[in-house]
């Protein structure tokens, strides 16, 4: 007998689901679903320190996994139904070099590096869980639509598993090659959609709504329940302090969900004393959270925000072939599917929504790969918010902030190599149409000619 269940957020249904079921909104409703738990039931330990014992076992793959060894707090299955590749060995990185770019004081900034999981992204906390309960229900093909990484994710977990096939539906605009050439090296079957990111997700459900097929996508609630534990390693990595604040770029808002989730559970439980603030980072051309809640005043409102409100901004948007346009394709979205959850986060941690430019986002993004380990450009988004929330005040120079860097730099080569190589043609291709006009972080490499004195002159030696 399980302690967890489905349920569905919204207060005035509430309506509880067995794990078995496989779901991705409330039948009766039609809202978001969470995976809930029976607390009392659940062995959670009386302080978070508990949880280090595990690190030194690197032998037992349910210890050793930087998702799994917190999983009394992600209980819904038993230890032997763990579908674990190794993921969540990430680092959180104190960076005093960008603190100081930020105006924050030294000691105060640290980064979360999500790239170094098995497929190079966060997804992978995600998809260890979505996987557990795919292989709890006997699925045997699994499907979902991505920007890239939910589809390199998903295929790594099939293709190492084994247990499933897998088969991914990508849009036909920016997709960036690291991410693609892993699905298909990886073995998913992948079909390229004629359309965006939003329509190839419009597809996969509606095809795994009437065909024997378990869908990946955020809108799976188990897959929320796996990212929860980037919290609890940021938390870990301050010896168990809440910081300040918590930075995140803002696409399809699972992130965003998962991680008010995991602080309000932690707070219920009594493990930490105080929440931290959230701060949701769209890109402007991709700014559908930002304007609802910012221009629109859209809010949690105890879980019966207005839906309306959302509708009519998606029929607009429609209406003025409205389409989210940015460099950091990973955050393109034009319309989150995780938004009520993502309000719920803004409530608990009394979070705030900004938008960055792809300038600002494709200079932060240099200068995180400057003096850390490097990310993708939606991860850049991060920095490029804290600048931001820094310059209005509401950031102070004593606060902590950890901000989460969902993605490894090698994802999207093209990008990095357009902003350093400074070559008329690929800044004309991939960077000015996106208003990128200045490289000023750029490190472009010297033409040398074929000699030893012309290296020695060139090296001012
Ligand atoms: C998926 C993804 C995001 C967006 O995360 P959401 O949870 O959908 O908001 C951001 N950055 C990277 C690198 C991603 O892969
Ligand atoms: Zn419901």
């Known amino acids: 007998m399980s302690s967890a269940f489905q349920q569905c957020i919204h207060p005035d249904c509430s309506q509880k689901y067995d794990l078995g079921q496989i779901l991705t909104a409330c039948p009766a409703c039609q809202s978001l679903l969470d995976v809930a738990y029976d607390w009392d039931q659940v062995p959670v330990p009386s302080h978070l320190k508990e949880f280090e014992a595990r690190w030194t076992d690197r032998r037992t793959p349910v210890n050793f996994s930087g998702v799994w060894r917190f999983r009394e707090l992600i209980s819904f299955p038993r230890d032997e139904q763990i579908v674990t ?154 010896s168990w302090e809440v910081p300040d604040w918590i930075l995140v770029p803002g696409g399809n808002l699972g ?35 930002d304007s609802l809640v910012n221009a629109e005043s859209l809010n949690w409102n105890e879980g019966r925000s207005d839906s309306e409100m959302i509708r009519d901004f998606y029929r607009l948007m429609d209406e003025e072939d409205r389409r989210a346009n940015t460099l950091a394709s990973a955050i393109e979205i034009n319309r989150p599917v995780n938004l009520v959850k993502a309000l719920r986060s803004l409530n608990v941690c009394d979070g705030v929504v900004r938008s960055v430019s792809d300038q600002e986002i494709v200079d932060a993004r240099a200068r995180i790969a400057a003096s850390g380990f490097g990310c993708e450009p939606a991860s850049g988004a991060s920095l490029a918010g804290l600048l931001q929330l820094r310059e209005e005040g509401l950031i102070a120079p004593s606060d902590r902030v950890a901000c989460v860097l969902t993605g490894h730099q090698l994802k999207d080569p093209d990008l990095t190599v357009a902003y350093h190589m400074d070559d008329p043609k690929k800044r004309a291709e991939k960077l000015q149409p996106a208003g990128v006009n200045e490289t000023p972080f750029a490190n472009s490499p010297v033409v040398v000619e074929n000699s030893k004195a012309a290296i020695v002159a060139a090296l001012g030696l």
Do not use: W
């Open 85 to 238: 590749i190794g993921e969540g060995q990430t680092i959180l990185q104190q960076n005093d070099q960008l603190a100081k770019v930020a105006g924050l004081n030294s000691g105060s900034l640290f980064l979360q590096y999500e790239g170094l999981n098995p497929s190079g992204s966060f997804k992978d906390n995600g998809m260890t869980a979505a996987s557990t309960h795919a292989s709890m229900v006997g699925a045997k093909m699994t499907a979902c639509a991505s920007t890239g990484n939910t589809s390199a994710s998903l295929a790594i977990y099939a293709g190492v598993s084994g247990l499933f096939q897998c088969v991914v539906f990508v849009g036909s605009g920016r997709i960036a090659y690291g991410k693609l050439s892993q699905a298909l090296d990886y073995g998913a079957r992948t079909l390229q959609i004629l359309g965006d990111f939003d329509d190839a997700l419009a597809r996969v459900r509606e095809v795994c709504a009437e065909h024997p097929i378990y869908l990946c996508n955020s809108v799976n609630p188990f897959r929320l329940e796996g990212q929860k534990s980037i919290m609890y390693r940021i938390l870990e990595g301050l």
């Open 255 to 289: 992130n965003s969900s998962a991680f008010g989730k995991a602080f309000l559970e932690l707070k219920q439980l009594g493990l930490i004393d105080r929440i931290p603030r959230l701060a949701i980072i769209n890109a402007e051309g991709a700014d559908t959270l």
